[in-house]
């Protein structure tokens, strides 16, 4: 089936979000919403989410999956999550992939429905679990013995059945940063594949206590490769025959996480996300089919995908700084504060002079730095950009990982974020102030005598 959404390009493959342009007065636009009017009425630094970029990357999931008999998008709420997310989710349909008690108390606050919400993380305490557990029927991803013991004694105090997948690790990785792989041997993530017939055959023993439906695995993220993924499902599926053999064990369901790269400037080349889902559902079909396996349902888990492309991160340049050898330093208003991915993983971004798009472009590039104490407070080497002094200068791509890792480093107030849409902008976190960041200091009254 072709529909108009699966003819308008992936989200994921565009630097910039699907709705932004530049207007008459030389202004790049956003949902609709002048990006100079933005931060003059709101701020800098300020987040800023494209809704229809959103809305169109959750569509293109769904079309890749459209042939697969029986499946659900989950969202991993760690890419970005906020009241307002859970309930486009919610709208959405969607599922959400949570990972601490936080995440699981900001869905549930957006009423997420429970069985829709999947519990991950490799060391969730008794308090999560209890927490998931009380919910409903939330899916809890056991990830190791010690785990599906405590949720079976929380199980039995609460005289519930708790509905959980399994994580293995299945000893494949994708072709990205060290620190975003997830599915080599080594992985902190999971059961090692010689270990989970003895540990499904433990939970077996939990007749009361624990429902298992199936097994989860995410091998890592910004993944600009199909293939490691189709290899990835075929371990899957012999691990899912092997089981079966050992311990009689059935899959209702198959969460192969998420992981598929975005666009952050030229040098990346993800696949469509109508391509990569496709892909991955027909090597389910074809795999489990190969091995007379029942189809379970099929689980995909993207967060960058989703929102990465959708955040453009809007700050106000100070004069740049010449150094002797030519080099050309921008400084803003914000950085690793609002977006610690340069300095963490050496993440690249692009980013475009918004208040004066054309003629902006140089060949002599400007280092575009933040405002923190750090020399690695770097947000992008070597723009092709020319900006001076209260230019306005927009970040493409800072939708993932952005807001959900920044931090109040410098004893900086975070920024707001806006959610635009048909040319309305509106708050979905608003800026802190100096006095939330002093809120939870305490003083011993010794200190003031
Ligand atoms: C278990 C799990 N699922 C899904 C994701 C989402 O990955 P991405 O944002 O790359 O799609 C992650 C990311 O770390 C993860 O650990």
Redesign the pocket.
Known sequence: MTSKKSEQQSPNTKIQPVSMTVNAKDHLELGGCDLVELADKYGTPLWLMDESSIRLAIEHFKIGLEDYPDSLV?Y?G??FLCLSMCHLLKKMGLGL?V?SEGELFTASQAEFPAERIYM?GNNKSAEELTRGLQLGDVRI?IDNVAELNLVAEIASKLKRKANVLF?LIPGIEPDTHQH?K?GQYESK?GIPLEELPSVIQAAQKFKNEINILGL?A?I????QEIEPYLEYVDILATVSAELKAKTGLVLSEL?V?????ITYNDKDNPPSIVDWTKAIAEQVLKAFNNKNLKLPRLLI??????V?TAGVTLYRASAPKVLPNGKIYLPVDGGMADNPRPITYQAEYTAAVANRVQGSASNQPMTIVGKYCESGDIIIEEAKLQADAGDLIAVFGTG??NFSMSSNYNRSPKPACLLLNEGKAEIIIERETLPDLIQHDRVPPRLLE
């Open positions: 989950l991993a760690k890419a992939d990972v991950h991803v994580r975003i997830t993530f989860h995410h890592g993220s910004q993944a969460d996480g998420g992981g598929l790269g888990e993207p967060g960058r995908a989703i990465g993932a990982y």
